[in-house]
């Protein structure tokens, strides 16, 4: 059974970084992509930082490159630092995992943790 669990939001001045961890089970890194979405008050859920299991490319939306990486430590974590954050980085942050990196959708889900950043 595939699980996955997130950790790691948490109340941030604009500027500073956060790691979120997501602590994973049932699978292996080189059968799903991982990744992590995000979803604001208002807005639609977006990809934020993925890993293909495919080649092992990495992918980040736009708005966070180069503030944000993705990572792996082991066979059964992976992170997601945050740096330089913003208030519009605020949202619910979700790590999952998938067939492939989608920049909306995941085949298993963690549960959220919420990452607010004060200005």
């Known amino acids: 059974e595939v699980q996955l669990q997130a950790s790691g939001g948490g109340l941030v001045q604009a500027g500073g970084s956060l790691r979120l961890s997501c602590a994973a089970s049932?699978?292996?890194?080189?059968?799903?992509?991982i990744g992590w979405f995000r979803q604001a008050p208002g807005k639609e859920r977006e990809g934020v930082a993925c890993?293909?299991?495919?080649?092992?490319?990495y992918h980040y939306a736009g708005s966070v490159e180069g503030r944000f990486f993705i990572d792996t430590d082991g066979p059964n974590t992976f992170y997601l630092q945050m740096n330089n954050l913003q208030s519009e980085d605020t949202a619910v942050y979700y790590c999952?995992?998938?067939?492939?990196?989608?920049?909306?959708?995941?085949?298993?889900w963690g549960q959220g943790t919420q990452v607010t950043v004060s200005s």
């Open positions: 999952a995992a998938g067939d492939y990196c989608s920049t909306s959708d995941a085949d298993y």
């Open positions: 049932g699978f292996s890194f080189d059968d799903y992509a």
């Open positions: 890993i293909a299991a495919s080649d092992g490319a």
